[in-house]
């Protein structure tokens, strides 16, 4: 889909040519109608620089452009059809336990695709960069962000990365009391307003440590605490209910991993293949003559 083609290529389009996609993204409905001048004028950028972000996406002109919004509505058209009633994500007291997988997967889709315009990839790499170089590094988390805490957690550690993490707000409180220069904290909230979170985050940066933050939402608490933030989704779901949030922080979770793969992969592949041979010693498979 032309959206998803965007949003794949926006965190490595230039500032002036993300200003072109943002405009064409929240104004997908004009697009079979607005001139290539008009767009221009609307996105406060040159003809020339969205005739750019179009073939930085895929696409050869305009033109070309306006004609696949126009085959994608008619078959977005037909799918919605075929699929009404099923797909979409609002629930509401009568609706039937089958159209559950449907509505949650779709959900699923539509929150990974708009974090994916939400993400920076410069601020990615800043947090792995700065997580390669650590010392230690410390996770802090309340509630549902815990799961993800732990799944970073135990990928750092399989890379061989000297990382520390605990459900206990007083034990987190005396790690981030304990952090130094060369450190780094990472906290992890959806919201940004978990005020344990914040207070730990806040303990470690005071101390020197590099803090990082992964959350929804921006000008909260923790971002406020954070030297990188990595911001994902700003979308909800059930009503404000954050407990499908840990779909898009898992997906920021093997960000940071593959990250550190690709930035050093001789010596993360190396470590991750002694950490394999640990675990499969704990394998039945693995007695078996």
Known sequence: MIIEEIQVAFPKLRKSEQKAASYMLEHVEEMEKISLGKMAKGAEVSEATVIRMLKAVGYKSFKEIKIAFVEERMKKKEIDEANRGILGISMKKGDQIEDVPGRIIQNTINLLQDSLQAISAKKLKKAVKAIEKAERVCIFSVENSNAVAEDLQTKLMYLGIYCEYTKDYY??????????????????????????????????????????????????PLVEQADIVILTSDKQFLYGNDIFSRTIHMAVVDMIYTGLLVDDYEKYSQRLHCSGKLVHRRSYDSLIS
């Open 171 to 220: 034990l987190q409180s005396i790690q981030a009391g304990h952090m130094k220069k060369g450190e780094v904290a990472i906290g992890i909230s959806y919201s940004g307003t978990s005020i344990n979170t914040v207070d730990v985050l806040k303990q470690a940066k005071k101390n020197g440590a590099t803090t990082i933050a992964i959350t929804n939402f921006d000008k909260t």
